[in-house]
């Protein structure tokens, strides 16, 4: 049940930071709403009250402004200025309506009762400037700026008195709603004090927690996530030492827990890997070992390694047996020199010892010596001189001519010819179970001095390894060697048989045979240099061969 409740580290992380955001966020509206409120009341307060109650001064002062115009005027005062009654039609005309406007303008965000007393109050300013105004044109006829020659002074006082009394009534209306506006005022900047306190509250609140909450998280990643990592860390650090320490348990599911178990894993996969490089050290090489997967590069190292060294092994055999090869094809070749000397006085004594010899070497069932036939230069063409378990219609193809089926191709191309797509009927070997198709066939020109004197050709039941076909091609030029010598020993005793033949004739026919047969004799020396060189050189590297083995290209 414990595991239920195990938190990843992303997971607490988000969780925290979550808190810190919704702890600003919080803070941030708290403040906002404080903001806004105060704006607010200060839009009220610099654009409502305040003008409001500058303009119930001005109305109040306008009247008693113009009670004194009237007393100035009763009384003759003030002569020498404007007329008291141009200033009072200024005031009445002007002035007021435009205070007038304001006041209604701005009470239209008061509550009912003050916008009922403002009425009240303006209806009495209206009452009060009509009645001025009443006054100002029945005195039209009267003396410019004076009201003392009037008749029924009395009266006229009385009219004063009437109006004083009304300014008197205005100015307690205007003083009582300013006051009230005043109160609205105060109150207002009580509330904005109080707003800004908060404010600071608000502010001091969101840092103290938010600093709580980062300390909170500073401890939360210190003891989850820095002090397992410095174990962590010590572990890996003793690894990348050469240690292999012993294997941590895992303390909880969460990300440190993962990374305990991988630094078991990789613990326990590294001792695999040291136990099995133990057992290739003591030539080991089929011990089991399985890779973690295929991103594990040194497992896969390892098993590459394992899989060289046996693969190296068997090369390594494989050149033994390569060497062994050679150096049966170098007893061979010396064994087939020394026949060379037995067997060189006419070629189908030669041919026929030579393809006995090789169909043994080679382990081939098939064989056959094409020589040129140069008795007719107009019918140059290749013939079967010797032959080894030929069937009869191969043996009747007695005669083949140049670029004629694979044997006259290797004539003209002067080059080996080695196939495994045997064509049908070609060749039929017959053996114990019957006739078959041979598996591969071989194709050697027998070629001295860029001269091809003839083909060797080789059929097997088996493919002719690489070894095999170094090994005829070898012997193919110490055999046009050796062909070349006995066509030349053949052309000299024909010569020297026409010479007794022709004996008295002239001695300057003599001398010119004489001449002829000097020159066979020193081309013959020749050859038989070149052939005994050759014969050396071959003897030479066979023993070469046999001293140092062979490097097989694969």
Same mark, same amino acid.
């Given at each position: 049940?414990?595991?239920?409740?195990?938190?990843?580290?992303?997971?607490?992380?988000?969780?925290?930071?979550?808190?810190? @955001?919704?702890?600003?966020?919080?803070?941030?509206?708290?403040?906002?709403k404080?903001?806004?409120?105060?704006?607010?009341?200060?839009?009220?307060?610099?654009?409502?009250?305040?003008p409001?109650?500058?303009?119930l001064?001005?109305?109040?002062?306008?009247?008693l402004e113009?009670?004194?115009?009237?007393i100035?005027?009763?009384?003759?005062?003030d002569?020498s200025?404007?007329s008291?009654? #141009?200033?009072?039609?200024?005031?009445?005309e002007?002035?007021?309506?435009?205070?007038?406007?304001?006041?209604?303008r701005l009470?239209k965000?008061?509550?009912?009762s003050?916008?009922q007393k403002?009425?009240?109050?303006?209806?009495?300013?209206?009452?009060?400037?009509?009645?001025?105004?009443t006054?100002?044109? %029945?005195?039209?006829?009267?003396?410019?700026?004076?009201? +003392?020659?009037?008749s029924?002074?009395?009266?006229?006082?009385?009219?004063?008195?009437?109006?004083?009394?009304?300014?008197?009534n205005?100015?307690?209306?205007?003083?009582k709603?300013y006051?009230?506006?005043n109160n609205? #005022?105060?109150?207002?900047n009580?509330k904005?004090?109080?707003?800004?306190k908060?404010?600071?509250?608000s502010?001091?609140?969101?840092?103290?927690?938010?600093?709580?909450i980062?300390? @909170?998280?500073?401890?939360?990643?210190?003891?989850?996530?820095?002090?397992?990592?410095k174990k962590?860390?010590?572990?890996?650090?003793k690894?990348?030492?050469?240690?292999?320490?012993?294997?941590k348990?895992?303390?909880?599911?969460?990300?440190?827990?993962?990374?305990?178990?991988?630094?078991n894993?990789?613990?326990?996969?590294l001792?695999e890997?040291?136990?099995?490089a133990?057992e290739?050290?003591?030539?080991n090489?089929?011990?089991?070992f399985?890779? %973690?997967?295929?991103?594990?590069?040194?497992?896969?190292?390892?098993?590459?390694?394992r899989?060289?060294?046996a693969?190296?092994?068997?090369?390594e055999?494989?050149r033994?047996?390569?060497?062994?090869?050679?150096?049966?094809a170098?007893?061979?070749?010396?064994?087939?020199?020394?026949?060379?000397?037995e067997?060189?006085?006419?070629?189908?004594d030669f041919?026929?010892?030579?393809?006995?010899?090789l169909?043994?070497y080679?382990?081939?069932?098939? %064989?056959?010596?094409?020589?040129?036939n140069?008795e007719?230069p107009?019918?140059?063409?290749?013939?079967?001189?010797?032959?080894?378990?030929?069937?009869?219609?191969?043996?009747?193809e007695?005669?083949?001519?140049?670029g004629?089926n694979?044997?006259?191709?290797?004539f003209?191309?002067?080059?080996?010819?080695?196939?495994?797509?045997?064509?049908a009927?070609?060749i039929?070997?017959?053996?114990?179970l %019957?006739?078959?198709?041979p598996?591969?066939?071989?194709?050697?020109?027998?070629?001295?001095?860029?001269?091809?004197?003839?083909?060797l050709?080789?059929?097997?039941?088996?493919?002719? +390894?690489?070894?095999?076909?170094?090994?005829?091609?070898?012997?193919s030029?110490l055999?046009?060697?050796?062909?070349?010598?006995?066509?030349?020993?053949?052309q000299?005793?024909?010569?020297?048989?026409?010479?007794k033949?022709e004996?008295?004739?002239?001695?300057?026919?003599?001398?010119?045979?004489q001449?002829?047969?000097?020159?066979?004799?020193i081309?013959?020396?020749?050859?038989?240099?070149?052939?005994?060189?050759?014969?050396?050189?071959?003897?030479?590297q066979? +023993?070469?061969?046999?001293?140092?083995?062979?490097?097989?290209?694969?």
């Open positions: 049940m414990a595991h239920k409740f195990n938190i990843s580290f992303l997971t607490r992380l988000i969780l925290s930071f979550g808190i810190l @955001v919704i702890v600003f966020f919080i803070g941030y509206i708290n403040i906002y404080i903001l806004k409120e105060n704006e607010k009341i200060s839009d009220k307060i610099h654009q409502n009250i305040e409001s109650m500058q303009f001064k001005r109305l109040s002062f306008q009247a113009s009670n004194q115009f009237i100035n005027d009763l009384t003759g005062h002569a200025d404007i008291n009654k #141009l200033k009072l039609s200024k005031i009445i002007k002035e007021y309506p435009q205070l007038k406007y304001e006041l209604n009470s965000k008061w509550d009912a003050k916008q403002l009425k009240h109050i303006l209806s009495l300013t209206d009452n009060y400037y009509s009645e001025i105004s006054i100002l044109k %029945g005195t039209n006829n009267m003396s410019e700026g004076t009201f +003392s020659d009037i029924g002074y009395s009266a006229q006082m009385q009219e004063y008195n009437k109006l004083l009394k009304s300014s008197d205005i100015k307690i209306e205007i003083d709603l006051e009230e506006q609205l #005022l105060l109150s207002y009580l904005n004090e109080t707003l800004f908060n404010f600071g509250n502010i001091f609140l969101s840092v103290t927690a938010s600093l709580i980062i300390i @909170v998280i500073a401890l939360l990643i210190a003891s989850t996530i820095i002090f397992p990592l962590i860390n010590n572990i890996i650090l690894i990348s030492e050469g240690e292999l320490p012993r294997e348990t895992k303390i909880s599911n969460n990300e440190i827990g993962q990374m305990y178990n991988s630094l894993n990789l613990i326990r996969g001792k890997k040291v136990q099995f133990k290739i050290e003591k030539g090489f089929t011990g089991h399985n890779i %973690g997967s295929n991103k594990d590069l040194l497992g896969s190292s390892l098993l590459a390694m899989n060289s060294l693969e190296a092994s068997k090369h055999e494989v033994r047996k390569e060497n062994e090869e050679r150096s049966r170098a007893q061979r070749l010396s064994e087939f020199n020394d026949l060379i000397s067997h060189n006085k006419t070629i189908e041919s026929l010892m030579s393809i006995m010899q169909t043994e080679t382990n081939s069932q098939v %064989g056959g010596i094409y020589l040129l140069e007719k107009e019918d140059l063409h290749l013939e079967l001189k010797a032959f080894y378990a030929y069937d009869r219609q191969k043996f009747s007695q005669k083949i001519y140049p004629e694979l044997v006259g191709q290797c003209l191309e002067k080059d080996t010819i080695f196939i495994t797509d045997i064509p009927n070609y039929k070997i017959s053996s114990g %019957g006739k078959e198709n598996k591969s066939i071989l194709l050697v020109p027998l070629i001295l001095n860029e001269k091809v004197y003839g083909v050709e080789l059929a097997s039941v088996d493919i002719f +390894s690489k070894n095999r076909i170094e090994f005829i091609e070898r012997i030029g055999m046009a060697s050796t062909i070349a010598t006995i066509l030349i020993n053949m000299r005793s024909i010569l020297l048989e026409a010479n033949e004996a008295d004739k002239s001695k300057t026919e003599k001398q010119a045979l001449n002829t047969i000097n020159d066979l004799t081309r013959n020396e020749k050859l038989n240099e070149e052939i005994r060189f050759l014969s050396e050189k071959i003897k030479e066979n +023993s070469d061969n046999s001293a140092k083995p062979r490097k097989t290209i694969e």
